[in-house]
């Protein structure tokens, strides 16, 4: 093997075939030709100086303050989604409760609507002319309450 | 034991103790993960500014989904990707913004400590050259690849499952990584360069 084979060789060879060995064509070359040896000593060392250079590299910002940082957003965007699902199924419960309600006036005998509704260890008193909707999320400290007119008193 | 490998020892203790919701295991995942997000950002966006936002939404997701994490892969594979899509979503948002800050930003990025010894100072430039070819000279998936499996010393098999392709595509990519890599150290061999005009 020439200079030239070896220096092609060295381009796409792995770091651990970059010393002189007998088992390999770019080895033995690497063990007779001091140049070609010495070019691959120098890949080998900057390379190595190019990991280290980058293991150095650490973040400038302080640790601690990032990682409060981290858990205050965290908890944000987590509150935020949270209410998001919670007007999703306001807006749901709305929208079923009106698609549900008669188009047209009920004619004949209604019964008077509960007084009122019972969630969770509370009650809530439906004020005179409305209706209560009252929505329980999977998150136990949200409760939402939805009075609307009601439409059977008209 | 590599980087990698350190992480991924402490994350096996410390992932589910922070899942079961103990207390301080999870700071303490986040602050071993720190330094190992920032250098994996960095080489993804190719500027230390960018890779310290990176490295903070990567944190602030795995504060919130670290629930999401079902160990049925590696840990530092699955915060490898976490690192990346996020790295792709500023990119994305930053468009243009990047390309004109790059150059003010440079200057402050490859930064070597210079040495006092001048062999040492020679070989601290030539680093700090090769750290500007390697951010920013490489394609993206070229220096993802090269610095997985030359620099982290992760094998391709590895390199491919966390970048999510075939083994044989990293290959290729790996290999015009080194070319593009060594050249220009091989152009300061001349004995070698007249031996191939020859």
Known sequence: ???S???RLMLEADPSELTPRPDTDLGAHLATCAACRGAAAEILSLETGLADWLAAKAPRADGSAAIARAATTARRRRAVRRAGGTLALAAAAVLA???ALPSRPV???LRPPPPAVAARGFTITTPPGREVVVLQPKDPDIVVVWFLPSRRSS | MSETSSLEAAAADLVPRA????AGALEALLRDCRPTVFRWALVHTGEAADAEDVTQDVLVRLHGS???FSGRSRFTTWLYQVTRNEASNLR???GRRLHLAAAVIREADVDPVTPHDPTDQLHAARVAELAERLLHGLPRRQREVFHLADLEGC???EVAERLGMQPVTARVHLFHARRAIRAGILERWPELAAEEAR
């Open chain 1, 107 to 109: 004619s004949g005998p």
């Open chain 1, 97 to 99: 409760t009106i698609l």
């Open chain 2, 66 to 68: 670290l629930r999401r």
């Open chain 2, 92 to 94: 994305r948002s930053v």
């Open chain 1, 1 to 3: 093997m020439n200079c």
């Open chain 2, 155 to 157: 094998s391709l098999a």
């Open chain 2, 19 to 22: 899942k079961r919701g103990e």
């Open chain 1, 5 to 7: 084979s070896a220096r």
